[in-house]
């Protein structure tokens, strides 16, 4: 494999999100307000992905990593949807920004108390363009399924760590059991954010 190279928008969404990490005076909804319009801004047009960055696999939902911030205060991943997968109902444990590029996907939060699990309100669908924030503070747990058992939907998501490493939580949808969970990275390679981009 040749290297991966990233776009103009890639870069200016990784130089974007270090200018408001490094605000320090921010707290939570200020950070997730500014984080969801760069978002929005980088999912505007599917026109930046690298397509090893859109690799569907026949089997599991896969995550690459776009972007790790060395101090762990943010990672940028593009999830990819084969035809009808889906995530377990899981929590994140940080805040994280949802943007819909291709496809669609649809969203059911859960509440977890007592060791019990419940979905909370209608599950929303995305649509591209569409952003959607998590966090511990607003809504933690839900479950996320490709719209489609047809073809590819591809959503890019930040979060406020390195969410590959992060220890997290699975939930059994039937018995509301918890279990620890690490989603680590499906990518062998990063894209090239150095690099003069394809086409310049
Ligand atoms: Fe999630």
């Known amino acids: 494999m040749g290297q991966i190279v ?22 939570e909804p200020e950070i997730l307000q500014e984080a969801q319009q760069i978002i929005a801004e980088l999912v505007a047009k599917d026109d930046w992905l690298p397509e090893e960055m859109a690799v569907p696999h026949p089997q599991f939902y896969r ?7 060395p101090l762990d205060r943010f990672s940028l991943v593009s999830f990819v949807w084969g035809p009808g997968q889906k995530t377990p109902v899981h929590d994140h444990t940080v805040w994280g920004v ?10 059911q939060s859960y509440e977890w108390k007592d060791g019990l699990l419940r979905a909370v309100g209608e599950a929303k669908t995305l649509q591209p363009g569409d952003v959607a924030c998590v966090s511990p503070t607003i809504g933690d747990i839900h ?43 499906s990518n062998e390679f990063v894209p090239n954010l150095w690099a003069a981009p394809a086409g310049a």
């Open 143 to 185: 479950q996320v399924s490709n719209v489609y058992d047809d073809r590819v939907s591809i959503s890019i998501h930040l979060y406020g760590g390195n969410i590959g490493r992060i220890n997290r939580s699975v939930f059994d949808a039937a018995t509301g059991q918890r279990k620890p969970f690490v989603s680590g990275y």
């Open 63 to 69: 995550q690459y990593l776009l972007y790790g911030d």
């Open 6 to 27: 990233a776009s103009e928008k890639l870069l200016k969404a990784v130089a974007s999100l270090n200018q408001l990490v490094d605000k320090h005076q921010l707290q």
């Open 98 to 107: 949802i943007g819909m590029l291709r496809g669609a996907e649809q969203d």
